[in-house]
Structure formats: C-alpha cells, structure tokens
C-alpha cells in the first residue's frame, strides 16, 4: 500500500532556512501536499505540487519534487517563529481508488 | 465564514460509554472524512462519506461508526470507546471541483480521552 515517510523532528535557528523532507511510495500520485499544523489547530493547506512539475515557489516557501526517487522537500526561506509547527506531507493518488495519504509530520521547532 | 466545525473540542469518557463526535461543514462540499491523528503515526483515514448516503471505510475503521443523512452532517460514532481510541480526531471536506485534486478542509480537531 501506499506509504509516506517524514523524519519527526527539525530544529533550526531564526533567520536560517529549513528544509523538510518526504519520501512516498505510490508512484501514481497525482498531486502532493504541504499541511501545517500549529498547535492546537486543524491541518491548514500550505502549499502542493502536481507530479509533473519538478518545483514550485510561492514566496518564502520552495517544494522541490524528485519523481524517478519519489522524493519531495520542503524549503522554508528566513525561518521564523511564527513557523514553528508541525508540517505533513501527503500525497493523492487515483489508483485504487481516489485516496489521501499523510506522512508521520514533521515538528519544527524555530529557536532564537 | 467557511468553515468545517467539530464539536466537542475536548472530551474525556469512560470505557464503553457510547459517545458521538459531531462535525459540520457549511460550504456544501460532498466529500467528508473523518481522520484520527496518533504521534509517530500522521493522519489515518478513518471513514469517508463521496455524498448523502455514501460512506466508505477507510484504513483503521475498527470500533467506529458514521452517518450521513445530509450534505452538512458526517457524525463520527464511538458505541464502545476503548482506550487504544484515545486520539486527536479532525473532519475534512472536500468540494467537488477538488475531489479530484484530494485538497481538503480541516475541522479544528476533537481530543478524545477514554480511561
């Protein structure tokens, strides 16, 4: 079955940029996602990427996507504290069935 | 303001002791799904609703129940909560426009306690 890997922890210094990675398996995703999780809070839509762009930008936030090694990252530019949160990875894919899958997230933690 | 709303937010019960999680969304998507969330383990799909009077198991429906009479409603049911159901559980919709893109609205989540 499908399966999404992320490691559970990230701590970088304000200012520094942060990278956040997600390997998956299904190899007939469609779209990927980035949620962000603060705390308390429901999953908020971040970014995502379809599976024939290799990267995409939007402001601070870079998803660089590898197909052949089904590996995607996230890159947050000037990381602040404000960012400090909890990230998922998820990918959607339509074989079997239109199907969502989250990774384990990853909680990042931003220090002065 | 469109939102996706769970009630309750918190809630701490006894084993056995049958219990229901509501959620409802006022945007008039047809997808829903209801979603537990476990350290070390991400999001687990639970159930999930394509429409009134469809609903589907997901990956760990074991010990729940769902309902959806209307478009706005999808009641997550716990008849007997055990203690390995002690989670943090969220709702998500869909319209349709994204069903096909798995984009989906959160609830703000539902802590569950059961000793």
């Known amino acids: 079955g499908e399966d999404v890997e992320q490691s559970l922890f990230l701590s970088v210094r304000e200012g520094d940029s942060s990278v956040i990675n997600c390997t998956y398996t299904d190899s007939s995703s469609t779209y990927l996602y980035w949620y962000k999780q603060e705390p308390g809070a429901g999953l908020q839509l971040l970014t995502y990427i379809f599976s024939n762009m290799d990267m995409k930008q939007d402001q601070r936030l870079t998803v660089l996507l590898n197909k052949k090694d089904k590996h995607l990252s996230l890159r947050i530019a000037d990381t602040q504290t404000g960012d400090s949160a909890i990230y998922f990875c998820?990918?959607?894919?339509?074989?079997?069935?239109?199907?969502?899958?989250f990774g384990t997230g990853t909680q990042l933690k931003v220090e002065l | 303001e469109a939102q996706v709303t769970q009630n309750p937010r918190y809630l701490i019960t006894v084993t056995g002791k049958k219990l229901t999680v509501t959620c409802s969304q006022n945007m008039n998507h047809e997808y829903m799904s209801w979603y537990r969330q476990d350290p070390g383990l991400g999001l687990r799909q639970i159930y999930y609703?394509?429409?009134?009077?469809?609903?589907d198991k997901g990956d760990v429906p074991e010990g729940y129940k769902v309902s959806r009479k209307e478009k706005r409603n999808f009641p997550l049911i716990l008849e007997s909560p055990s203690p390995n159901q002690t989670s943090l559980y969220f709702c998500a919709s869909s319209p349709p426009e994204r069903e096909n893109t798995g984009e989906l609205f959160f609830g703000e989540g539902s802590r569950l306690t059961v000793l």
């Open positions: 609703s394509m429409n009134v009077e469809v609903t």
């Open positions: 998820a990918e959607f894919s339509t074989g079997g069935g239109n199907k969502l899958t």
